[in-house]
């Protein structure tokens, strides 16, 4: 009798002991729902965010995973920061300048007027404290950001018509992004943001008269060359765009160290490969927009020392009204003196053949 009662015990904890294990393993696996303000399809944009989904879930080997949801299948583009806010979405991949309608501030972490170039501007963000300044004000908004991604400059905008001057662009319906469109604002432009899906559509039915949307590559894919002939240099808005990774604060604090630390290399690696694929695709893009019929345009010196004028100007009246946008354009510019230096010394400088 002894005997047998023991077995059954033994076959009872091994049974226990099993679903404990298989608990705990289950309990180890994460899954995060990511809405995405950029198709999965879109060049670099929407590329980016879908490898690292796949980064993540290899280097987790599966017990991690950030599910890429396309643009309004959770929620709109346009309404991501708000969802990752209130935990309606575990979390985003955006770019900070979305969100500059909630805090201006954020708008500096993703692309600055006349500002760094993609080596310079993660120098910043992961050296000089960029990231850390952005996370402060995501953490006031219960969500946890970190930049995840970076493109190469973006072109100037696309138009039907040449423009000669800027005068042209008073009362023109243009979409722009971020802080450039507060400078196209200053000279008269009506601008507006619209979300990545919705832009080709405007164009098209007159909505907006030209807009600027990203680099050669990506526009290429988006087929503005269709409908506006005149292309315009250099991106003086966009010398660089970082991508983000947004995540519920309350999400964020209950990951395991070992996966926030697969996600910060994840997104390291992409900044890295971003700029790297970013640099690699533009030529060949740009010989095939000439061969559509695309004329491209260089914006003269005294247009940009113009637009550069306008930018610095507005950056000071911002920093005068909010003390967060002040402090990430002061540590910004700081750092930018300081690294000049750098830059003048260890780089050859373009000149022209």
Not at 253 to 269: F, G, M, T, V, Y
Request: one cysteine or more; glycine letters at 8%; charged letters at 25%.
């Amino acid at each position: 009798m002894n005997r047998k009662f023991n077995l059954v015990l033994s076959a009872a904890l091994c049974t226990m002991l099993g679903l404990a294990f298989w608990s705990t393993s289950a309990a180890a696996k994460t899954r995060l729902k990511m809405a995405s303000a950029y198709p999965a399809r879109l060049v670099q944009l929407g590329t980016l965010g879908k490898r690292l989904e796949k980064s993540v879930k290899a280097m987790s080997g599966g017990d991690l995973r950030l599910k890429f949801f396309e643009p309004r299948a959770l929620v709109p583009a346009l309404e991501v920061f708000d969802a990752v806010k209130s935990g309606a979405v575990d979390a985003g991949w955006s770019s900070p300048g979305f969100w500059q309608s909630r805090e201006r501030a954020l708008a500096l972490f993703s692309a600055v007027p006349f500002g760094p170039e993609a080596r310079e501007y993660g120098a910043w963000l992961f050296y000089g404290g960029g990231e850390k300044l952005m996370q402060e004000i995501y953490a006031e908004h219960d969500i946890h950001g970190q930049i995840c991604g970076v493109i190469a400059p973006e072109a100037s905008g696309w138009f039907r018509r040449e423009i000669k001057s800027l005068e042209e662009f008073k009362g023109l319906k243009v979409r722009f992004f971020g802080l450039g469109a507060l400078v196209m604002q200053k000279l008269g432009a009506d601008t507006q943001l619209l979300a990545p899906g919705d832009t080709y559509p405007a164009l098209e039915r007159g909505v907006i008269d030209g807009l600027e949307y990203s680099q050669p590559a990506i526009d290429l894919q988006q087929g503005f060359h269709q409908i506006a002939k005149h292309y315009y240099f250099p991106g003086w808005h966009q010398q660089a765009t970082a991508l983000e990774l947004l995540v519920n604060k309350k999400k964020w604090d209950a990951l395991s160290p070992q996966h926030k630390a697969i996600i910060n290399e994840a997104c390291r690696a992409n900044y890295a490969l971003g700029m790297a694929e970013g640099e690699a695709i533009q030529s060949k893009a740009l010989d095939e927009l000439r061969a559509k019929g695309v004329k491209f345009h260089v914006w003269s010196d005294a247009i940009l020392s113009r637009l550069h004028a306008e930018w610095l100007k507005l950056a000071e009246e911002i920093s005068a009204e909010d003390a967060k946008f002040a402090k990430a354009w002061t540590s910004l510019k700081e750092f930018r003196a300081s690294y000049s230096q750098w830059d003048k010394l260890g780089y050859l400088k373009k000149k022209s053949d």
